[in-house]
């Protein structure tokens, strides 16, 4: 059985090394080829060492992480990681399993694990099978409800779990620094925005 690699790229050496002790509790059986500082050296490792697996920081010097994952195409998994939400989008257009917001939560970078585990055990013809069916039924979705153009949801912490409040039942927002207090019909919540 060949063993997945993957390639870590970080311009914080602590948080590559935090990663990396993670997963290894995670996910024994995967073989970290490289750490890269930065986009370019990423993309300098990955052409050397081809791993299935790129962890990446959105923000980096030299080429951000959404610049690499662009350079890099569809020839690995991509998964982000980074201290800034508001990213999430262009990540999952350029196709991440995932993307993980610092600090790392280990339960919820578990299940990206599972999530890496289940896309890579899974052969090519089929994965290409489930992506014709979702685009199919994304279409059909598209067609029986037409796109709203306000906020329906709003994503928020409450302890340690992320609740979606629908718009209707929010009483007020206040800003405080980094952080939103949300406060709505069933309680209060943050927001990192």
Known sequence: MNKITALIADDE????????????QL??????????????????????????VVFLDV??????????????????QLVFITAYESYAIQAFDQDAIDY???????????????RLQQQLACPPAASQALDTMFDRLESQLRQRSPARGWLQWI????????????????????????YT????SDGEALMRQ
């Open 155 to 178: 994503k928020a912490s409450v302890g340690s779990s992320v609740r979606l409040i629908p718009v209707e039942q929010v009483v007020y927002m206040r800003a405080d620094d980094k």
């Open 27 to 52: 996910w024994p059986e995967l073989v970290i080829v490289a750490d890269a500082r930065n986009g370019n050296e990423a993309l300098e490792l990955f052409e050397l060492h081809q791993p299935q």
């Open 181 to 184: 207090l949300v406060i709505w």
């Open 100 to 114: 993980l917001v610092k600090p790392i939560n280990p339960a919820r970078l578990s299940d990206t694990v599972q």
């Open 59 to 76: 923000h980096m010097p030299g080429l951000n992480g959404i610049e690499t994952a662009r350079a890099l195409g569809r020839r690995a």
């Open 13 to 24: 050496p602590l948080l590559r090394e935090r990663l990396r002790a993670h997963l290894a």
